[in-house]
């Protein structure tokens, strides 16, 4: 059971705009500890997406954007692409287990 | 360019220790404000930190795993590592290190990890 909450899956077909969610609690999220977000292709390590709830590091195209209001946090993606599909994670701290914590991940699958 | 290369027997028998390292190249692991970390992922499962060493060789850990693990660091090498005790079943997982990274001023609590390792699979079998 993680102490961030994302739905399991999503999808979306090419060219569309879809959503992750990232519900947290006053422990984390709404403690107004960043937020930040992970692509994990297939096969590969986790790559870092999204820091500091909206930053793209270098090289991450600007379909990819963050926010953060509250308890919660969201990832967009707009202009779906094939490339697009991949398991997503969100990440903060927790300061009830004092521990960095990640969501369950959500599969995006590109129809 | 910063890379992270993790190392360890992919097998291990249970009630046994598990050894991981990880090899750090394009920065030394003692330079300031440096920290490194350890995650795992079951398989088929996400993502679960288990532990941060700093540059000055300071450790936190998961706390739900704490007794379980040990991090340790190796300036002379740059390298840091991972010893698990007693592995059993549970602890079958790809194992990643990472950089445990900050880019702002007021850091508490809003550490990222910006670069991974390419993972290494421990199965714990007899």
């Known amino acids: 059971q993680s102490v961030l909450t994302q739905p399991p899956s999503v999808s979306g077909a090419p060219g569309q705009r879809v959503t992750i969610s990232c519900t947290g609690s006053?422990?984390?999220?709404?403690?107004?500890?960043?937020v930040h977000w992970y692509q994990q292709l297939p096969g590969t390590a986790p790559k870092l997406l999204i820091y500091?709830?909206?930053n793209r590091p270098s090289g991450v195209p600007d379909r990819f954007s963050g926010s953060k209001s509250g308890t919660s946090a969201s990832l967009a993606i707009t202009g779906l692409q094939a490339e697009d599909e991949a398991d997503y994670y969100c990440?903060?701290?927790?300061?009830?287990?004092?521990?960095?914590?990640f969501g369950g991940g959500t599969k995006l699958t590109v129809l | 360019q910063l890379q992270l290369q993790e190392s360890g027997p992919g097998l291990v028998r249970p009630s046994e220790t598990l050894s991981l390292t990880c090899t750090v190249s394009g920065v030394s692991i003692s330079s300031g404000s440096s920290y490194w970390g350890w995650i795992r992922q079951p398989p088929g499962k996400g993502l679960e930190w288990i532990g941060t060493?700093?540059?000055?060789?300071?450790?936190n850990y998961n706390p739900s795993l704490k007794s379980h693990f040990t991090i340790s660091g190796d300036t002379s090498k740059n390298q840091f590592s991972l010893k698990l005790n007693s592995v059993t079943a549970a602890d079958t997982a790809v194992y990643y290190c990472?950089?445990?990274?900050?880019?702002?001023?007021?850091?508490?609590?809003?550490?990222?990890?910006?670069?991974w390792g390419q993972g290494t699979l421990v199965a714990v079998s007899s």
């Open positions: 500091g709830n909206n």
């Open positions: 060493i700093s540059y000055s060789g300071s450790t």
């Open positions: 990472a950089r445990h990274f900050c880019s702002g001023g007021n850091c508490y609590g809003h550490y990222y990890f910006d670069y």
């Open positions: 006053n422990s984390n999220i709404g403690a107004g500890y960043d």
């Open positions: 990440q903060s701290y927790d300061s009830l287990s004092s521990s960095w914590v």
